[in-house]
Every structure is written in structure tokens, then in C-alpha cells.
């Protein structure tokens, strides 16, 4: 098992920035992948960004150039800088990990993001 633990999530204005933090602790794998989903009242949970052990990134096209995400393999923590916001990126925000040889998922109880004026 693997547990996740958020910390991050919060209010912010229209074009303000935030941070998302994850840390992992458990039964670890060392072929994984980190990332942050989403899920916006009344829609389908979405990938925001993962980053793989090997430091592969991917990220769904409107989040590029306005969010990052990075890990720190000793803390186990992956961390999701996020800028620019817009309300269309008000949403519960989930962290990801994925064993990627057996594609098992843990998730993480999710933090809210809210982007209003």
C-alpha cells in the first residue's frame, strides 16, 4: 500500500498562483509515476501532470506554460507549482501514484482549488 497526504489547496484570485504538494510513504515502487488529476463539479476526473521516476513530464494542453511539476526523490513528495489560474481551474485536485510495471493506482483524499474574483 501506499499512502499520499495533500497539502496545498486553497482560494485564489484570477491569475494568482499556487502550490500542491504530495508526499508518498509506504510500499514504494522504484518504476513509478507521480501526477495530479482533476475533477470540476458535473465533469469526469482529468490529468493535470505526472512525472516519472525517470523525470519524464507530460502535462494536458491547458495547463502547459502555466503549470509545473517537479519531485523530490528523497522525500518522496511531488510538488505541482501552478500559475496564472483561471476560474476554469477551480477543481478538487488528486494526487496520483502509479506503479507503472502493474498499473496500480493510489490516490490521495484530494484538495480543493478555487480560482475566483
Known amino acids: 500500500q501506499v499512502q499520499l497526504v495533500e497539502s496545498g489547496g486553497g482560494s485564489v484570485q484570477p491569475g494568482g498562483s499556487l502550490t500542491l504538494s504530495c508526499a508518498a510513504s509506504g510500499s514504494m515502487s522504484s518504476i513509478n509515476a507521480m501526477g495530479w488529476y482533476r475533477q470540476a463539479p458535473g465533469k469526469q476526473r482529468e490529468l493535470v501532470a505526472y512525472?516519472?521516476?525517470?523525470?519524464?513530464?507530460n502535462y494536458t494542453d491547458s495547463v502547459k506554460d502555466r503549470f509545473t511539476i517537479s519531485r523530490d526523490g528523497a522525500k518522496n513528495t511531488v510538488y505541482l507549482q501552478m500559475s496564472s489560474l483561471a476560474p476554469a481551474d477551480t477543481a478538487v485536485y488528486y494526487c496520483n501514484y502509479r506503479r507503472l510495471l502493474s498499473r496500480i493506482d493510489y490516490w490521495g483524499q484530494g484538495t480543493q482549488v478555487t480560482v475566483s474574483s
Open positions: 512525472i516519472t521516476s525517470g523525470g519524464v513530464t
